[in-house]
């Protein structure tokens, strides 16, 4: 239930970003968008060297 | 591990940006294209939980990075968040959704904290008050503080596309192979309800 809720929420989100993103609003978006992507991946990347490779301890 | 992120040209040899070119469409199109290929579900630290290469340690102290980011992250940004997003606006069904969504994240009985705590005392007897606790990962800071970023200092749809889009839409697939992981390796009995609750927890830390 909650993961169709996720789904729907992130319809939500893209009904948004298709009615409210201005052609001078795109770089904006887009970076926001990557930087937080890269930045989840960036966070894992840490709990990998933490956790499973060692490289940290 | 992580593939670089240059705001790269798009393929077709004009070198133009990928929000240079296309209509609205498109433009998301290549935004979920980018998301895809990143997604935390097919991140080796994902893949060590399926595979069993994490020790019980490990996901313990996961555990405690998320609830710490959850509490001191995602409750202290949602609430500015929310109060950005503009009273006039339409769409208001999505508007609806993605409120009760954001605020879902902190509303009893599925605090994603308390949910957490739960999780990792039952399931792997960790000590809660310990996890509350937890020292933060540099990593872990970095990404709070992005998030916070978007969350405070952007405009409301920045916000809504950092946190909205950029994390939260990977949560389903994400907190599915963490849940089969932790069922293949650890036999851990949790029940689908709580941990596709904690979906939002394990991706924004709002989520």
Redesign the interface.
């Known amino acids: ?3 169709e ?17 201005r052609p001078e ?28 490779s060692g490289k ?1 301890l | ?3 670089s ?1 240059p ?1 790269h040209e798009i393929g077709d040899g004009t070198n133009r ?4 070119s296309g209509d ?2 498109q ?2 199109a290549r ?1 979920r294209i ?2 895809d290929e ?1 997604h ?1 579900a097919d ?4 893949r ?1 939980i399926v595979s069993g ?3 019980r ?3 313990v ?2 555990l405690g ?1 998320f609830c710490v980011y959850v509490e001191r992250g995602g409750k202290a940004w949602l609430p500015w968040l929310m109060g950005n997003i503009p009273v006039g ?3 208001r ?3 609806n ?2 409120l009760d ?1 954001l605020y879902g994240e902190f509303h009893n009985p599925a605090d994603h904290v308390d949910l957490l705590l739960d999780m990792a005392a039952k399931s792997f007897d960790a000590d809660k008050e310990a996890l509350y606790h937890s020292t933060l ?4 800071i ?2 709070m503080r ?2 916070e970023h ?1 969350a405070h200092d ?2 409301w ?16 697939r994400y907190f ?1 192979e963490i849940r089969r992981g932790l069922k293949l390796t650890t036999g851990l009995k949790t029940p689908t ?1 709580t941990t ?2 904690l ?2 927890t394990l991706s924004t830390g709002t989520a």
């Open positions: 239930m909650h993961i809720a996720d789904i729907e929420h992130g319809d939500s989100i893209e009904v948004l970003m298709r009615n409210y993103t609003h795109r770089e904006a978006i887009w970076k926001a968008a990557t930087e937080s992507i890269d930045a989840y991946q960036l966070w894992h990347d840490g709990l990998f060297r933490a956790y499973v940290r | 591990m992580t593939q992120s705001q940006k990928p929000w240079e609205i469409e433009f998301i935004l980018y998301r990143r935390v991140h080796p630290f994902t060590s290469e994490i020790s340690e490990g996901i102290n996961y990075q606006l339409e769409f069904q999505a508007k959704v993605m969504n990962l540099p990593e872990t970095a990404f992005i998030e978007y952007t405009s749809l920045e916000g809504v596309v950092a946190l909205g889009f950029g994390l939260e839409t990977q949560s389903p599915e309800t596709c609750t979906r939002r």
